[in-house]
T-cell receptor, first 114, second 110 residues
Framework: DTGVSQNPRHKITKRGQNVTFRCDPI?????LYWYRQTLGQGPEFLTY????????KSRLLSDRFSAERPKGSFSTLEIQRTEQGDSAMYLC????????????FGSGTQLSVL | AQRVTQPEKLLSVFKGAPVELKCNYS??????LFWYVQYSRQRLQLLLR??SRESIKGFTADLNKGETSFHLKKPFAQEEDSAMYYC????????????FGAGTRLAVHP
């Protein structure tokens, strides 16, 4: 197991385009989190799943953002009609039952919106 | 509102010197505090959590509810400690989400 995997590593897009990122968590982990990190800031919570159920979304997450985890395994994060302010590192993390506070992070997807 | 403040963006010390990375939090309930670390070209990873009262890689952190602080300390810094350190706050049970501070870069010089 190589840990949490995120694809792509980098994404450059033009303003107004849609983008989708994928996260494959550690296989036995039932919790999956999405965070966003901008330069000079710490990771900012976006949303989390317990198995396939999306249990919490940040108020910062506009309706242009949608996340899914259809079979309780991998997850996708889609951003519609991207804006320059969406440029950031998007981090995925997973955790195991009984150790929910120990997040295992992926390497992230760096999004640049031109 | 839940908030984590790390007042120093950069802390620069020489090898063997003591290190203290500051973290203050704002939370009305019973907090759970953590330190995460990101070494160069590596992923963000958990360093330690207050509930465990453990020492990891020589680092310790004590939760001070009176001062709402959770400072990270090490008596003798090593060059391999150079990294980005993030203080994180969880609360309300269930660890539904962690609130991270902006981070402090620790640079340990030979």
């Amino acid at each position: 197991d190589t840990g949490v995997s995120q694809n792509p590593r980098h994404k450059i897009t033009k303003r107004g385009q849609n983008v989708t990122f994928r996260c494959d968590p550690i296989s036995e982990h039932n919790r999956l989190y999405w965070y966003r990190q901008t330069l000079g800031q710490g990771p900012e919570f976006l949303t989390y799943f317990q198995n396939e159920a999306q249990l919490e979304k940040s108020r910062l997450l506009s309706d242009r953002f949608s996340a899914e985890r259809p079979k309780g395994s991998f997850s996708t994060l889609e951003i519609q009609r991207t804006e320059q302010g969406d440029s950031a590192m998007y981090l995925c993390a997973s955790s195991d039952t009984g150790q929910e506070e120990k997040l295992f992070f992926g390497s992230g997807t760096q999004l640049s919106v031109l | 509102a839940q908030r984590v403040t790390q007042p120093e963006k950069l802390l620069s010390v020489f090898k063997g010197a003591p290190v203290e990375l500051k973290c203050n939090y704002s939370y009305s309930g019973s907090p759970e505090l953590f330190w995460y670390v990101q070494y160069s070209r590596q992923r963000l990873q958990l360093l330690l959590r207050h509930i465990s009262r453990e020492s990891i890689k020589g680092f310790t952190a004590d939760l001070n509810k009176g001062e709402t602080s959770f400072h990270l300390k090490k008596p003798f810094a090593q060059e391999e400690d150079s990294a980005m350190y993030y203080c994180a706050l969880g609360g309300g049970g269930g660890y539904n989400k962690l609130i991270f501070g902006a981070g402090t870069r620790l640079a340990v010089h030979p």
